[in-house]
């Protein structure tokens, strides 16, 4: 699967121009989605050298991303003449998505198990209910 991964807010807390904290286990989250199998893309707002420091930061940690800022490895002549910067990903993840940034625990359960968020949370609120009184919401009617 490729998954495009915003770093402002995301991997790392808001800062920007500076690089913040790392959010807790964003690096070590995205080191097993590599070991998974999955690549990364970098997709941020961040350009020359903003953008090269934080592939730099991220690559200290051990994550190494298959492109940056768009859909192909530079390294890789682009066979497709008509380039667009749509990235091509299955998978965003970014702060800015409706309903905020779930944890990276979250996260990596989504990826791995090829669930909605929706599920995810449906799977949660009946783990916690389970033998309990149904809600009241589901008593109604």
């Known amino acids: 699967m490729t ?4 770093f402002d807010g995301t991997i790392v807390e808001h800062r920007y121009p500076e690089i ?3 959010i807790p286990f964003a690096t070590a989250t995205l080191r097993q989605l590599m070991k998974d199998g999955h690549k990364l893309i970098l997709w941020s707002v961040r350009e020359g050298q903003l953008l090269t420091d934080a592939v730099e930061w991220c690559r200290q940690r051990g994550v190494e991303f298959y492109a940056v800022n768009q859909d192909f490895d530079a390294d890789t002549p682009n066979e497709n003449a008509h380039y667009s910067r749509k990235l091509k990903a299955h ?13 990276w625990g979250t996260i990596y359960q ?3 198990r090829k669930i909605s968020y929706r599920d995810y949370l449906l799977a949660e609120n009946d783990k916690q209910h389970t033998g309990k009184r149904r809600p009241w ?3 109604l009617g």
């Open 3 to 6: 998954i495009a991964v915003d």
């Open 20 to 22: 913040g904290k790392e």
């Open 91 to 103: 998978v965003f993840i970014d702060d800015r998505n409706l309903g905020g940034l779930p944890d």
């Open 110 to 112: 989504l990826i791995s």
């Open 137 to 139: 919401w589901k008593r």
